[in-house]
């Protein structure tokens, strides 16, 4: 008994010591989600149109607008909107779009699910495509389609989004007919029930094959332009982080020992090359948020980009600032995390 | 007379005539196009690619290949303009952290952080719901996501050189941030900083095209590309030089732009 | 009838970017159970001749040889198969920098068996721990599972040696085994070496900077200059009566005892290799019109074979220059 009280303090500072770095991050965390959700406040704030009459309506008469002012509470000090803003956040409350007429998280829920099937389509695309294209083109570096890729990379980073979802749309789409012009699944068409609100799984959750066929297909076109410029830039870092991987000392020593050539490269070299691209893919993250509304916006998918390119369109301010203050917010999260989990991957980063 | 060994080594200096091609469309437009890019002429709207229109006239009978010509100034020098504000800023910043170190140091890597990598896009529009949406507030979003990786390239220089400092000389030879600053960092990382601002930029213009595509920055009658590019697809099926021409210029130029931003980053001998 | 292990003939490599060849036409054989020592400063081709016999040059190695055999094996015609399990079963190789020779991100163990199939990893895990505890390693048991950054470079490198000798081989090759480590740990490996190899009547390949070091185990040795051997013999002759220039400078300036070196000075050789006659002509004192003009053939001289135009005078002029 005595030996554990002992011992209590020095373990004490032991987990103080392990638990330092974690309590400072999740502070920080806080304090940007806080700052996020004060900037987005002042912002709202500093819109140059009347949010009252925007709110009543353009027609509105002068007493309408005043009317609609006291329900929003417009007309109270700034100190008490900004805490009945912080106050509505807690409680899920973003504010109501003009445009939908329904509260805007109700508007998120509906919109979000398309976004992220878009998103998470083309991060497995750029991660999985690019890494295996990368190390292709490392390993036979004087094949055909290594050849092709260091032209197709140079030319792909420039390509911009918008143009080449225009250019593919009109080609593949309008001319050749091979894919849909716009949207995403038509679940009535289709009658496929809405369980996730992304097409692809939910026509799998269905069972309804012809469904996810329809799905797949009007996730290519908008999948390709988002992706190509970016995959470009993987394909080339996972390259050139693998080539010289593939030219340390411990590869031949591998060698030497009478392990396979492609053993050596999917065990030993990507091991080790993997970590500016996995760096790399978390920026493209982060990128691709910002992006898709750039591709929805060209192929009218429903999702949250095309809802807040809409709302911006139409002066609907509150879900352009209450989508800031989710994508800041998660963005955050997400990185903190990340960060987080570096020490684990790397057994050599012990500090 | 001209030689092959002549034309050889003319063509390793590829990337200054590059940028110097660049430079005189964006610079002294005159030379390329007589044409007024605002002036209308209705009648001859949506006109195919000709002698006379080498793009062919948009919807409201202007030349596009002007339009192009005079366009580049703005998205060009926009971009320009970005990557010199965020590559000082970042420079500065990141000098500060690295010198002074402990909490400065750490605040600011918090703040890099949140910056780095950040969809510009929400920001961007954001900031042109609540200060208007013009190129001022697109540059303004650019400028805030592009800061970070200047800052913490020089704060890693910095760090590196301190660490040599200690070693070598002693503190009393470095006498301010400012003095390293000048004699030892930039000296050091020129190159690299140089070729990095090279890339941006052309990072920046695919960037600021497509903010200007979803009306987020250039607004009409400016002949911005991205501006143009979304003008165009009212009109993509009945006049295909509109959009397809305004791109073509944009990738080409894009690409000889991060072509020598990745030459130079490769060249030790500069 | 004497057994070969390696049989080298006429072997020519130059790497891509490199005007000059890394190795001219080289030739050479190793017997069984004998030790071959190659001597040469860096650029002189030592390693490349040794890791050409396994075919382990890089991707801009331009290769071409009449023959090269191992074992029974003709290494320029075999293929991938044949050439993976030569080396998991009939040769093992010691690299040199035991801190670059490892993948950092798996544990030493894992490495090791990689080569070879699952079923076996059980016993040949055990096989290895006896062997590591052969070569002298305590707590081998402990030490097997580690990752390469928790060990010393000499532990390193004796666990290379005892993974070299896990699939029994008849060949060892050793490319500066000690040149990244310090004086005292130098000498351990050496005699563990040694003894190995007489132990288990290995045939070895033996490369070195240092021709101490070469000396010390070897049977015969060959003193590379540029890419071309410029003398070759048992020990005792080209340690005791050197005859070419070369060689005799190398002697010279060994002071017996391994100096730490830093970064290998590659320009040395290739801004003076000579690009017409001997190799050596540029640097050598006794050089005469004909070395600048004529490249030397390898001759036998004495028991020995020297690639040197005055070699035999030299030798008679020795007694009264020293």
């Known amino acids: 008994m005595s030996s554990i009280l002992k011992r209590a303090p020095a373990a004490f500072s032991i987990l103080k010591k392990k638990f330092q770095p974690f309590v400072s991050s999740l502070l920080w965390m806080l304090v940007v989600v806080w700052t996020a959700v004060t900037l987005t406040f002042i912002m709202s704030r500093l819109i140059p149109a009347d949010p009252a009459r925007l709110a009543a309506g353009l027609q509105a008469g002068q007493e309408q607008v005043e009317e609609v002012r006291k329900q929003l509470g417009l007309d109270r000090p700034l100190l008490e909107q900004y805490a009945n803003y912080l106050s509505g956040i807690l409680r899920f409350d973003l504010g109501k779009s003009i445009q939908t007429r329904q509260p805007v998280i109700d508007d998120i829920r509906e919109y979000l699910p398309a976004t992220l099937e878009l998103v998470f389509a083309a991060f497995f695309t750029i991660t999985f495509l690019g890494i295996l294209l990368g190390v292709l083109w490392a390993r036979f570096p004087k094949s055909i389609l290594s050849k092709s890729l260091s032209v197709?990379?140079?030319?792909?980073?420039?390509?911009?989004?918008?143009?080449?979802?225009?250019?593919?749309?009109v080609i593949f789409a309008a001319n050749l007919k091979l894919f849909p012009l716009a949207g995403n699944l038509p679940y009535s068409k289709y009658q496929v029930e809405s369980i996730t609100g992304m097409g692809t799984i939910d026509s799998i959750l269905s069972g309804n094959i012809p469904a996810f066929k329809t799905a797949i297909f009007a996730l290519v076109l908008p999948v390709t332009a988002l992706v190509i410029s970016q995959i470009a830039i993987s394909i080339r870092l996972t390259r050139s982080s693998m080539a010289s991987e593939l030219q340390k000392p411990y590869i031949n020593a591998a060698r030497a020992r009478g392990v396979s050539e492609w053993r050596i490269t999917v065990f030993d070299a990507l091991r080790n090359a993997l970590n500016p691209v996995i760096t790399m893919l978390g920026l493209q993250f982060g990128w691709l948020l910002g992006g898709t509304i750039l591709v929805e916006v060209v192929f009218s998918w429903p999702g949250l980009g095309l809802y807040a390119f809409n709302a911006f369109r139409t002066f609907d301010y509150n879900p352009i600032l209450a989508i800031t203050l989710v994508i800041t917010i998660v963005f955050v999260v997400v990185n903190q995390l990340v960060s987080m989990l570096y020490p684990v991957l790397d057994p050599r980063i012990k500090k | 007379m001209i030689?092959?060994?002549?034309?050889?080594?003319?063509?390793?200096?590829?990337?200054?005539?590059?940028?110097?091609?660049?430079?005189?469309?964006?610079?002294?437009?005159?030379?390329?196009?007589?044409?007024?890019?605002?002036?209308?002429?209705?009648?001859?709207?949506?006109?195919?690619?000709?002698?006379?229109?080498?793009?062919?006239?948009?919807?409201g009978g202007r030349d596009i290949f002007s339009r192009v010509v005079y366009g580049s100034r703005i998205t060009i020098g926009s971009a320009v303009l970005i990557v010199s504000i965020s590559a000082t800023a970042g420079i500065l910043l990141g000098a500060i952290a690295g010198w002074f170190g402990g909490r400065i140091d750490g605040f600011l890597m918090r703040v890099l952080d949140v910056f780095l990598a950040f969809p510009y896009l929400v920001l961007a529009m954001a900031l042109a719901a609540s200060i208007g949406r013009n190129m001022g507030s697109a540059i303004l979003?650019?400028?805030?996501?592009?800061?970070?990786?200047?800052?913490?390239?020089?704060?890693?220089?910095?760090?590196?050189?301190?660490?040599?400092?200690h070693v070598k000389v002693s503190k009393t030879f470095v006498t301010s941030a400012r003095q390293m600053l000048l004699w030892h960092i930039i000296p050091h990382t020129r190159r690299t900083i140089i070729a990095r601002v090279t890339l941006d930029i052309g990072y920046v213009i695919i960037a600021i095209t497509g903010l200007s595509f979803l009306g987020l920055g250039a607004q009409n009658p400016s002949?911005?590309?991205?501006?143009?590019?979304?003008?165009?697809?009212?009109?993509?099926?009945?006049?295909?030089w509109y959009s397809v021409f305004p791109g073509l210029v944009l990738v080409l130029i894009v690409s000889l732009i991060v072509a020598v931003g990745d030459k130079l980053s490769k060249e030790t001998s500069w | 009838m004497v057994d070969y292990k390696v049989i080298v003939e006429s072997l020519s490599?130059?790497?891509?970017?490199?005007?000059?060849?890394?190795?001219?036409?080289?030739?050479?054989?190793?017997?069984?159970?004998?030790?071959?020592?190659?001597?040469?400063?860096?650029?002189?081709?030592?390693?490349?001749?040794?890791?050409?016999?396994?075919?382990?040059?890089?991707?801009?190695?331009?290769?071409?040889?009449?023959?090269?055999?191992?074992?029974?094996?003709?290494?320029?015609?075999?293929?991938?198969?044949?050439?993976?399990?030569?080396?998991?079963?009939?040769?093992?190789?010691?690299?040199?920098?035991?801190?670059?020779?490892?993948n950092p991100s798996r544990k030493i163990v894992d490495q090791l068996l990689q080569p070879f199939p699952r079923k076996d990893h059980q016993h040949l895990r055990e096989k290895l721990i006896g062997y590591m505890?052969?070569?002298?390693?305590?707590?081998?048991?402990?030490?097997?599972?580690?990752?390469?950054?928790?060990?010393?470079?000499?532990?390193?490198?004796?666990?290379?040696?005892?993974?070299?000798?896990?699939?029994?081989?008849?060949?060892?090759?050793?490319?500066?085994?000690t040149s990244a480590l310090d004086v005292t740990v130098q000498a351990d490996l050496l005699g563990l070496l040694s003894h190995l190899q007489r132990q288990r009547s290995l045939s070895m390949l033996m490369i070195s900077h240092n021709l101490a070091v070469v000396a010390k185990i070897s049977n015969r040795v060959l003193v590379m200059y540029a890419g071309t051997i410029v003398e070759a013999g048992p020990t005792k002759n080209v340690l005791l009566r050197p005859m070419h220039p070369y060689t005799k400078s190398l002697l010279a300036s060994v002071p017996g005892v391994e100096k730490e070196r830093k970064k290998p000075l590659d320009t040395t050789v290739s801004a003076l290799v000579a690009l017409s006659g001997c190799p050596y002509s540029s640097r050598c004192v006794s050089a005469i019109d004909i070395c600048h003009t004529r490249k030397p053939e390898l001759r036998e001289i004495q028991g020995a074979q020297v690639a040197c135009h005055r070699a035999e005078e030299l030798e008679s002029n020795s007694v009264i220059s020293r």
């Open chain 2, 3 to 59: 030689t092959r060994v002549k034309i050889r080594k003319l063509v390793q200096f590829w990337p200054l005539f590059a940028l110097g091609l660049i430079a005189l469309i964006v610079l002294l437009p005159g030379v390329f196009t007589t044409k007024d890019p605002y002036s209308l002429d209705v009648i001859n709207r949506l006109q195919p690619p000709s002698w006379e229109h080498f793009f062919g006239t948009d919807e």
């Open chain 3, 133 to 177: 505890e052969q070569v002298g390693i305590e707590k081998a048991q402990e030490r097997i599972g580690v990752y390469p950054h928790n060990l010393s470079g000499g532990m390193l490198q004796r666990i290379m040696i005892a993974g070299a000798l896990l699939s029994e081989p008849q060949l060892l090759i050793a490319d500066e085994p």
């Open chain 2, 141 to 165: 979003a650019l400028t805030l996501v592009w800061w970070p990786s200047y800052a913490r390239m020089v704060r890693g220089q910095v760090l590196s050189i301190k660490n040599e400092l």
């Open chain 2, 223 to 240: 002949p911005e590309w991205g501006l143009l590019i979304a003008n165009a697809r009212p009109y993509v099926l009945v006049g295909w």
């Open chain 3, 13 to 102: 490599v130059s790497y891509r970017g490199n005007h000059i060849p890394a190795l001219s036409n080289v030739s050479f054989a190793l017997e069984d159970a004998e030790c071959l020592g190659i001597v040469g400063e860096s650029g002189s081709g030592k390693s490349t001749a040794a890791l050409a016999v396994m075919g382990l040059l890089g991707r801009n190695a331009e290769l071409s040889a009449n023959s090269i055999k191992v074992g029974s094996c003709d290494v320029l015609k075999a293929r991938k198969k044949a050439l993976l399990s030569l080396r998991r079963s009939f040769v093992g190789v010691v690299f040199q920098d035991p801190s670059a020779s490892w």
């Open chain 1, 152 to 169: 197709f990379t140079v030319l792909g980073v420039a390509l911009p989004v918008f143009w080449i979802g225009l250019i593919l749309q």
